[in-house]
Structures are given as structure tokens and as C-alpha cells.
DNA sequence: CTGAAAGCGCTTACAG
DNA sequence: CTGAAAGCGCTTACAG
């Protein structure tokens, strides 16, 4: 360090200067730092983590940078982290198991403090073995999550029965199901959508063609009335394909979503939708990494979703 | 290192082995890699890069993560990392300049090998100061970008005229410009567009209530019939408040908006938009950044934007 | 392939 | 506050 030398004092008051140690004198501090600056030194972070054996980082590994839910969870853990003086690293796995396989091995190996996951399509082999290393707190609905894990999860049940009410309860009896996926999420969203709507089920899967299918059977006597859809992506979807065919939505249709993301408030009409509170989550995910951190045992907490009406449910009052 | 000790073998033939060292037997290599597996020995990152002095990491510094047009650069980036073995690290600037400038000088303390900053937020000095010490390559239009930092950038002014131009084409005389900053992007956009509309200008600004003024002038007898808003976003903020004041689009308003992003094709009408070829700009700076890691100059590449015609800008053919 | 040595740039006690 | 020492966990030559 020949910001010891330049300042004439000794290497191990610069360290303690700079790492803003209290038993320095403010004048030490000022002159140090000032030399410092001058000749533009920055410490060394890797030498600086491998001797203090603490990063201060937390990793977050997220599925799908472009998903706007995930990407709002990723706004609470940093609120959360930055209260807890803690820096947030993001590592981007591109809807791609295996890449994301790779990225959680390399969180790990960089030595982060704590790694969130926030993703559903890791299985439980690999978070058990980056869970034995780092502590590990999952925010979403994998297939299965290991004991040695924290886990935050939103409540899909509730939140589909949400949606499903507020349709039956406009008076709905043909409601159909869409998704297009077969993870837990969206199967724990289908099956209280089974249990709770009237009539017999009507489910469609947008990867074979469901929405098309979906519209035309809104034309038929016996048609769909009202749609549940997995998600808001989809349920805007439903609502461009829709107006292409001249399906009138909520008169012809009546559409709900969930995730209640910005794209709800966009589209018109405006999309009803089942709200999970992602920025209270990701401050759930990172105050959990926090006393995980502090030895604690991992927990599981479940997040109470909501339902925003808006216009794709609601006829306009005459 | 107990991995050389359960294995029989030297540290130095552990630490050649688990780097992929040429010099190593296959055998070697097979029984270090078991034994380490079955220890669930990981190498310490921090240590590696202090003695290594590279990281393998490039520092990706974004303004916004919900925005689409920046994450589309990301996978850009991430692609031609992966491809020269460096992993990405994302670091999350929240449109906030100081927290960006503190996510910079994060990175370059962390140690990475080169930072891009997908980002018009962050100021000259910052820019350059980081560039003193990290090779960094800038994504986007900032005030100024140093002569020490390399720069991929969208010809804005070709993309605004292209926009212009179209609807000028399609017969319109009364084109109107909506946009929501003053910022480099915005204003190159604009002075194109000053350029190139014919007629007097009509500037709207979101900001303070440009979207319901370029509505209501809309069915003024000489108002706009066409608008070119600064980014998808905001067209699909007019289409959406159009639709609530009973403007058709593209009938009584044509709209082109900026990016072409998911949004473009999901919203209805569909979007016109103008094109930024945002995965190639994204390799662009990962291919810069390399070339300066090599000792290479700086350069300033220019993408060149291309205009995408959907049906908010083309009536509806009888 | 081994083994001992030096060193990466810092922090952490500790005697003075 | 100083200064010398030890050590964090690795890699890098290098003689054998």
C-alpha cells in the first residue's frame, strides 16, 4: 500500500481508516482518505472477502430477467439488502434448467453470503447441494424444496380461488381454465380452479393452441363465458386475440389474469387480476437470508395474494 | 487443501487438475475430481482471483431492469460472454443516478475484468473515473461518454426519421411527437423529428399531461392525425388512454412508437415501432470490452435502427 | 508428477 | 497510533 507511504503512516492505519475503524482519529480518517482519493485507490476486493471470510453480497438468481414479477421480487430483496448494508448480485438464468443449474454453482463458488433464488425450475438435488454450502432461501414454487432451504411462496390456491369467485360471483357458470405450463404454480392454480368453479371444468393450454380454441368455443351455446388465466402474459394475450377476433371482452368474455403486473394496468380494457405482494416477498426472501445467516432454521412463509378488479371482468354500468 | 490428502496426492496437483491443467494425466484428473466431489470441496473464488489477479466476470450495470429494452441488450451480452468464458454478473441501478453511481464504483471494487453499463444515467466523471480503472464499455446515450470508455449506441436519428417518414408517407401533414424526458435519446428523437415532420411541430410532454392535451387535440379540426412517441411505453400508454376517450387508432390517431418491444406486438392495435437490434448491441459491448481486456482502443459503434410496421400506424384495408 | 517456497493484497491481533 | 508478524486459500514457477 504506498498509500501508507505517500500519507506517512503505517499500513495498518489505512486499512483501519479505510474500513472506517471508530479507534481512528477523525483527522487520521480525513488526511488517509484524502491520499487515498488523490492516487485513486481503490482496496482490493478479493483480498479484502478471502481474509475477512464475509462478502457482504448476496447472490439472486432469477429465472427470467423479462418477467416483470420476478423482476419486482428483485426490487424488494434489494430494498431489504440495502437496509442490511448488504450488495445484490444478479446472475440471470434465462428460463434454461440447465444454465440455471450452472449460474447457482457459480454464485456459490464466487462466495457470495447467501444465495435467493428466485425461480421455479430448479430441482431439488441441486438446491440441496448449494444449500449445504450457502444459505439458501428459494422465493417461488419449485417442484420441491429441501428441508435445508428457506422458502417464500405466494398462496396459488387462494389466489385462484380469487379469481374464480369474483367470476361465479358475477354471476359467470361457464369458466374456463388457461395455462401453459405443467409446474406447480400452474397446477396448484388449475386445481383450485377445478374445485371451485361451477360447472363442469374447461381448461385450455396456450402451447397446443388453446387460445385460438378457446375463442372459437366462446362463440358456441354451450361456450365459456369467462376465462381464468395462469398468468397476466397470457390473459393479454387472450385479450389481442380476442380483439383480432372480434370477441368482445367482458361482454363476450370476461377475462382475469394473474400476477397483476404493469401490463395489467396497460392493456385495454384493463385486466382484472390476482395481485401477489412480490415486493413484500423479496423483503420476506432477504430478512430470512439474514437469519439464516445468523444460524437460525430455515422457515417456509406464504404470501396471502389479493384480486384487483379492473375492466376485462366487469361489464360497464350502462 | 485435505482434498490433496484424501487423494494422495500434492496440492499442486490438485489445484493443476480442477483447473483443467493440460499437464495432468487423465487418471489424475478423474481421481482428484472424485475425491473433491465426495469432500463436496469447492474452490475458494476470492482466493483464485487474488492470486490469478482476473475474475472471469464482466460487471453489468443496468438502469432498469423492468424495462425490456434493457434486458434484451443483457441476453445480447450473456450470449457473447459465454461464449469467451466470462460470466455475467448484473448489478441493478433502479433509475436512480446515485445508486447507479454507487453500483459502479460496487463493481469495479468487486474485482470484475470489465464493466458495461447498459445506462444514459450516469455522468461524465463517474463514467470516467470508473474507465481509469476497469475496462468499460457504455450501452446507451448518456450526457457524454469519456474518450477512455467505449460506446455502442442506436442511430436515433435515423430511427426517429424512419418514423416520421412513414407517416408523412401514409399522407400525413399534422404529425405530433410525445415523449416523457429531456435526455440525450429523447432529445435526438425529437430534433429528428423537428427535422423531418412536415407542418409546424406539436410536442407533447407526458410528463405534465401531454397524453390527454394530444387527445383532446386530436378531434380539434387542426389537430394531429398521427403521433410519434419517444418509446413503446408510451405508445402504449396512448393506445390504452385512446381506447378510454373513444380515439381510434389508427383512424382518427396513427401511432408509432420506439423500441420494439414485447409490448409492440401484444398491445391492440398492434405497434408500429422502430427497431433497435438490441442483442447485437449487447454482443457489440461484449465484444469491445474484450478488445480493450486485449489493449485495444476505444470505439464508438452505431447500430442502425430499422422501422417494423404493425396496425397502429396502417389503416385496416376495406 | 512432487514438494517446498514465495506471493497475491489485504485483515487481524498484539506488543510497544 | 505504530510496526512487525501471521495468515486467508489459492496459484505460480521451479528443482527434483
Not at 475503524?21 to 485513486?40: K, M, T, Y
Not at 383450485?192 to 378457446?214: K, M, N, Q, S
Not at 400476477?259 to 412480490?278: K, W
Amino acid at each position: 500500500m504506498d498509500v501508507a507511504h505517500a500519507a506517512g503512516v503505517s499500513k495498518s492505519l489505512v486499512s483501519a481508516a479505510l474500513r472506517g475503524d471508530p479507534g481512528v482519529s477523525a483527522e487520521s480518517r480525513r488526511r488517509v482518505g484524502e491520499v487515498a482519493a488523490a492516487l485513486g485507490y481503490r482496496t482490493n476486493g478479493w483480498a479484502q472477502r478471502l481474509v475477512s471470510g464475509r462478502s457482504a453480497l448476496v447472490g439472486v438468481l432469477l429465472t427470467d430477467l423479462r418477467n416483470a414479477y420476478h423482476t419486482d421480487i428483485v426490487n424488494g430483496i434489494e430494498d431489504a439488502a440495502e437496509e442490511a448494508a448488504y450488495d445484490v448480485i444478479l446472475s440471470h438464468g434465462r428460463r434454461d434448467p440447465d444454465l440455471l443449474r450452472r449460474r447457482l454453482a457459480d454464485l456459490v463458488e464466487l462466495g457470495v453470503d447467501a444465495v435467493i433464488a428466485v425461480t421455479a425450475h430448479l430441482d431439488e438435488p441441486d438446491l440441496r447441494q448449494a444449500a449445504a454450502r450457502v444459505p439458501l432461501v428459494v422465493v417461488g414454487r419449485p417442484a420441491r424444496v429441501p428441508d435445508g432451504a428457506g422458502w417464500v411462496s405466494n398462496d396459488d390456491e387462494t389466489g385462484a380461488r380469487l379469481a374464480v369467485q369474483h367470476l361465479a360471483d358475477a354471476g359467470h357458470t361457464r369458466i374456463a381454465f388457461l395455462a401453459a405450463s405443467d409446474r406447480p404454480a400452474a397446477r396448484a392454480r388449475r386445481d383450485a380452479y377445478r374445485a371451485a368453479a361451477p360447472g363442469r371444468p374447461r381448461e385450455f393450454d396456450a402451447r397446443t393452441g388453446g387460445i385460438a380454441d378457446l375463442l372459437t368455443a366462446t362463440g358456441l351455446p354451450d361456450g365459456p363465458t369467462a376465462v381464468f388465466a395462469a398468468n397476466d402474459r397470457l390473459a393479454a394475450e387472450v385479450l389481442a386475440r380476442a380483439a383480432d377476433h372480434g370477441v368482445r371482452v367482458p361482454e363476450d368474455l370476461a377475462v382475469v389474469g394473474y400476477d397483476n403486473t404493469d401490463l395489467a394496468g396497460l392493456v385495454r380494457p384493463a385486466l382484472t387480476s390476482v395481485d401477489q405482494p412480490r415486493a413484500a416477498m423479496g423483503r420476506a426472501a432477504m430478512a430470512q437470508a439474514l437469519t439464516l445467516l445468523g444460524g437460525a432454521a430455515t422457515a417456509h412463509e406464504v404470501a396471502v395474494p389479493t384480486l384487483v378488479i379492473r375492466a376485462s371482468s366487469v361489464p360497464a354500468t350502462p
